[in-house]
């Protein structure tokens, strides 16, 4: 079992106020072979929910198992094996670049958790050539290249943390229509060759509608849905939950009702252009 | 992290509130003059007119309708500073008039002295944590030093007399009541007035810098810009912090060497940001036309109503009787 969520709720505590962030979330993720994305409206407590995967917060009630590690304990637990195994990365990554070089800035991470000093480097750079960074870059300053390069270093970075479970918030956020489709497309390469499991956070439903194999809706604080995206987006009180339909569904939805071809659920262009010529074939 | 705020600003509708932050700040700089001008001394007229700003700053306190212990709060700080330096006007200052107050009193600094005061010292560490009344208590701790002193004389190497003189007593009160009125007086200040309205009456106030040159406008506009990405820096830093931790960072438990590079991959990424904050608010600023050094106009005005004129009509009427008794009877 990867990660078990078991009735957690947890507040932001100001001065005076507080605000509930998470009510009794139940939620089980298996550590292969999923992609989960995870959408709902802004504040409705996706980026709460992903950081209490990696320890980054604790409920106030309620448990979370991480591999086997339960939060909160009342144990010191060390969190460092914890973030190991579940990569977390937030929105706009580029931002924590640091380092003088790419492939130091890389070597960061499995730095910090003390692995061999010949397997730092040897895994830094398998994590650089994943992401499709060139060899001739590893030198380079991480601030001399452009913002997509960036993000893909720092995805870099999480990765060469070999984890098991990966969580990006918003990867696509910023980034150019040409560099959104190049990054699903590396993530889903990785997914392919390693089977980790992927938690992707988006408001792109054309992302998550074409890469998704399974989709959590949160709205206010609770888990409003979850399950496969076919069942999301079948269900009758779909617009309710603040969400769009990816665009081949809503062009296959128009043809429907305007030349009433009969409705299928496809996510990907290829996939309605094929459907269509097959159709008219007949 | 999300409302955090910056200064000590509470929200309130008196006529503290209501008043113009420049007649403010100006009745608070000419209060604080006066207060120092009484002399020390204490001749009974003197006395009087300490009692009377004291009496004067409790009536705002309660007027203000913000409670008595938030302002007496402002004190802590300084309740050392304070303590010692009464101590030392009572113990040390030799008076020119000995009219004795009480009995001289012998303290011994001896070996069994120094050990229960060392012995009270660690029970005062110890306790102070469960004690809810910590000022109070503090207080009594210093009492209990002299009074082991004062009962232990066994082993003695060194010895010493203390006589309570009328004039080394008025004075220590007198330093104790002068400056805990200026303390409430200033946190009154900042309790009453919003940092935006604060720069905005220094801006007020040091408008005729103007005149040789000192660019005041820009001076007050990059105070307000600073107090302004306080928070904003802070939420970023505190997304970099959670950034860096799931890289493995571990900001509390790590040696000195990798707490110096995990530091440095804080400070790096906010300096990026801050540096980019700035550059992005400097396009917005000149997108809306706003010239460095040219004339602008304000959204909120500061106008000088009837009651500021009577508040600092008071508040010069105070300083100016305070002169008047002071110098001339």
Redesign the interface.
Known sequence: MGIQFKEVTFR?K??K?E?QALEFINLEIASKGEIIGICGHTGSGKSTLV?HM?G?LQADQGTVSVFDIVLPSKKKVK??TL??RV????QF?E????EESILKDVM??????KMKQEDIERISKEALSSVGIDATLYDQSP?RISGGQMRRVAIA??LA?QPDILILDEPTRGLDPVGQKDLMEMLYQIHQETQMTMLIISHDMDVLGQYATRMLVMKEGKKIFDGSKDALFSRDDFLDMNLDYPSSLKVLKHLHQEISIPFKMLYTIPEVIAYLKEFSHE | MNNMTIGQYIPGQSWLHKLDPRVKMLSLILLLVSIFLIPIQGSRIDLIILGSYFIGTMFLVVSSGIPLLKVLQGLRPILFLLMFTVLIQILLIQPTQRVPLSDTYTFYVSLTSITAIILWIVFYQVTKKWIKFKVLYFLLSVIVVFALQYALPFGSFFQYDVTLYEETVFRGLFIFFSIVIIIMLTSLLTFTTMTTDINDGLEGILFPLKWIKVPVDVLTMMVSLTLRYIPTLLIETDKIMKAQASRGVDFKEASLKDKITQVISLLIPVFVISFKRAEDLANAMEVRGYVIGQKRTKIDVLKIKTSDYLAFFGVISIVSFTIYLVFFS
Not at chain 1, 87 to 90: A, P, S
């Open positions: 932001y100001g001065f106020t605000y950081q990696n980054l969190l460092n973030r190991r990569g977390l990365v937030f990554p931002y924590q670049l640091f960061f991470g499995p730095k910090n958790l601030f970075g999480v943390m």
